[in-house]
């Protein structure tokens, strides 16, 4: 079993930068890939970035190449998420989610078993 607990979300103007955190604890050998994810209002959750064990393997949606870097401190159990350049359709509840086997390139939410409750991000100006 695995406990999520995300938290950094906020408001902030387009352009702008944010910093999400998300701490697990629990059974690490569910922690092999972490990642986040999100969903608007009406729209489908969607993979947003995901990193292995040791960090050397990351994958990011198409949308946020460039913009967002994810990350990861093992030593906390806790995995980051950069985001930068903000923009209005970045707007969404972000969750962080793990699984024990490795990470896909796909990013598929329906791969990932251990959830948090999700922050909200909101870009406007």
């Known amino acids: 079993q695995v406990q999520l607990v995300e938290s950094g979300g906020g408001s902030v103007q387009p352009g702008g930068s944010l910093r999400l955190s998300c701490a697990a604890s629990?059974?690490?050998?569910?922690?092999?890939?972490m990642g986040w994810f999100r969903q608007a209002p009406g729209k489908e959750r969607e993979g947003v970035a995901v990193i292995g064990t040791s960090g050397s393997t990351a994958y990011y949606a198409d949308s946020v190449k460039g913009r967002f870097t994810i990350s990861r401190d093992n030593a906390k159990n806790t995995v980051y998420l950069q985001m930068n350049s903000l923009k209005p359709d970045d707007t969404a509840m972000y969750y962080c989610?793990?699984?024990?086997?490795?990470?896909?390139?796909?990013?598929?939410?329906?791969?990932?078993?251990?959830w948090g409750q999700g922050t909200q991000v909101a870009v406007s100006s």
């Open positions: 629990g059974s690490i050998y569910a922690m092999n890939c």
């Open positions: 989610a793990t699984r024990r086997l490795g990470c896909l390139a796909t990013i598929n939410p329906e791969l990932f078993v251990y």
